[in-house]
């Protein structure tokens, strides 16, 4: 008898491999379900609001870029000088 030991119902086998209990036999044992869970719907409804949101903008930009290089290819596309000569002295502050 040293391979077994006695346990509160009776004596059974020390050690030795046991098959892992499957959640569907925990689950209809207990008879609950596990209580697990993660709903990530909210959080995928408020990321789609944003995306939306964000479309329009987008959609306009395109539009803006579209027309932008039409007139450079066309060769009508005239900057506003004064703005960038702005920009051109801004960038060379910051990189002094």
Known sequence: ??????????IGPIGGPQ???KTEEAKAESGTAPA??????????EVNKAKE???A????RAQKIA???????????RPDLN????????FIAEES
Do not use: H, W
Not at 1 to 10: A, H, V
Not at 36 to 42: A, G, K, L, P
Not at 57 to 60: C, G, I, M, S
Not at 83 to 90: R, T
């Open 1 to 10: 008898m040293t391979d077994q030991i006695i346990f509160g119902k009776g």
């Open 19 to 21: 098959k892992p209990r």
């Open 36 to 45: 697990d869970r993660v709903n990530f719907s909210s959080v995928l409804q």
């Open 53 to 55: 949101a964000s479309a």
């Open 57 to 60: 903008p987008d959609t306009e």
């Open 67 to 77: 027309a932008l290089k039409a007139q450079v290819a066309d060769g009508s596309y």
């Open 83 to 90: 703005k960038v000569a702005e920009s051109l002295v801004k």
